[in-house]
Nanobody, 125 residues
Framework: QVQLVESGGGLVQAGDSLRLSCAAS????????MAWIRQAPGKEREFVAA????????HYAGSVKGRFTISRDNAKSTAYLQMNSLKPEDTAVYYC??????????????????WGQGTQVTVSS
């Protein structure tokens, strides 16, 4: 199993940037595909971005493509989400999530097995 802890959220203005971090512990980090998934008040969880165990493959939701970048450092057991040009509609709790690297799932799936506690991102207009 893996334990995930997010950090880096906060209150920013539209157009600003934030970088979220997800520190993992437990089982070897490189055995997991990682994702960022967000949930706004009153809405369902929404896929944001995912990255393969090696970091070679990434996938983004259309609403964030070109503005957000997912990355990972397996040596540090940490995943990141660089968020640029933030918009008020990006306001949500952002969760880091993990699933076995060989799991069969659609690129935009939110069906991950392990989750962090979430970090709040609030973007004011």
């Amino acid at each position: 199993q893996v334990q995930l802890v997010e950090s880096g959220g906060g209150l920013v203005q539209a157009g600003d940037s934030l970088r979220l971090s997800c520190a993992a512990s437990g089982r070897t980090f490189s055995t997991y595909r990682m994702a960022w998934i967000r949930q706004a008040p009153g809405k369902e969880r929404e896929f944001v971005a995912a990255i393969s165990w090696s970091g070679d493959n990434t996938h983004y939701a259309g609403s964030v493509k070109g503005r957000f970048t997912i990355s990972r450092d397996n040596a540090k057991s940490t995943a990141y989400l660089q968020m640029n040009s933030l918009k008020p509609e990006d306001t949500a709790v952002y969760y880091c999530a993990a699933v076995d690297r060989w799991a069969t799932m659609s690129p935009s799936s939110t069906r991950y097995d392990f989750w962090g506690q979430g970090t709040q991102v609030t973007v004011s207009s």
